[in-house]
């Protein structure tokens, strides 16, 4: 009998498999966790269920659209016929093994793991999965290999992934047209794409000298607001940005609603941005490497060599970061959490904690010695 009262059966070619079963499904049942195979449902569906359901809850589109590459690309493939009730932990393992085998990322095979957690969760609630392999994988994990998996994550660095100061520097000095005030403000808010195509002007207070993050756009140029609340910020600003905002302001005149917009008076492209705005100030102020392309005169062809507007948020991070003898703000990691918009403390740690200086420079270590032995 299951949770429910109602008879189930289930026969095998072995009594030993017969067995095994029993002494497991009769755990399951004390718990309200069993849930027959006939009661269940296969993955691909699961996953049809899981997509309606974000839709209903009003995820973004960007997010739907997410869970349906996932669903289609990597999960349905391999294991979109199998039941959720066998979906083991064994089982789990051996499709983690599977998208490595075709070559997936260690990045997307997290990401596809914590969509397959998430339809399995979304079952759950109805009674159509009895349990959360996946859940169960990750709470059993030991150190070890959650040590090891940290450490397979690359540490942003700078001059590779977080422009330097030099360069920053060299890329403000070139700045100039349309889209210098859209850089500068990126530059020293650090605000995210989404959410710089979103700023009214409503939401600058010059007298104040601070920007209210309040909206942004998604990819798709719809509005809406940050997607938690912590993305809800006040920023400081410096006369610089203050500077060019307000030149921007007199030009544009009345009628303008969002600050950086096309022709249309729609919210500013986030891949025109970059085409248009970030590549080539990047290439004006000589921050370039080599393309790997030769030209018709045989010199090498450059080509920018940070691509990402969110290359600029890391940069803003690092200022916050750094001592002051270093150029930066040295700012607690608190208010470098809260400025970035972060969700929780530990985002901004994991991502930028080891851009934050160690109190055990060669004079503090030497003096502490000292101390200790004399």
Known sequence: MDGQGKRRLKTFARKKEADAFEATAKVEVRKGVHVADSASIIVSEAGKLWVTSG?????ERSTINQRKSHLKNHINPLIGSVLLSKLTVPAIRDFEDQLRQQNRSSAMIRKILTSLGSI????????LAARNAVRDIRGGRKGKERRSE??????????????????IKALVVGLDGDWRPFLITIIFTGMRSSEIRGLRWQ??????EEIMVRQRVDEFGEIGPPKSESGIRS?????????CLKELKLKQ??????IFHNDDNEPVNHSSAIRRGLIPAMIKAGIVIDSGKIASNGDPVMKAKYTGLHSLRHFYASWLINRKEDG????PPKMVQ?????????????????LFPGDDSGDKLANAANALLN
Do not use: C, Q, W
């Open 253 to 258: 005149g009345k009628g303008t609603d969002i």
């Open 120 to 127: 399995l969760s979304d079952a759950n609630e109805p009674g």
């Open 338 to 354: 809260e400025r970035m918009g972060h969700a929780s403390i530990i985002m901004t740690m994991d991502v930028y904690g080891h």
């Open 328 to 331: 930066g703000l040295g700012l």
């Open 235 to 243: 920023i400081p600003i410096p006369p610089i940005v203050v500077n």
């Open 55 to 59: 839709e209903s809850a009003g995820l």
């Open 203 to 208: 939401d600058v207070d010059f007298k104040n």
């Open 150 to 167: 940290r450490r397979m994550k690359k540490r942003l660095e700078v001059r590779i992934d977080i422009p330097s100061r030099e360069e």
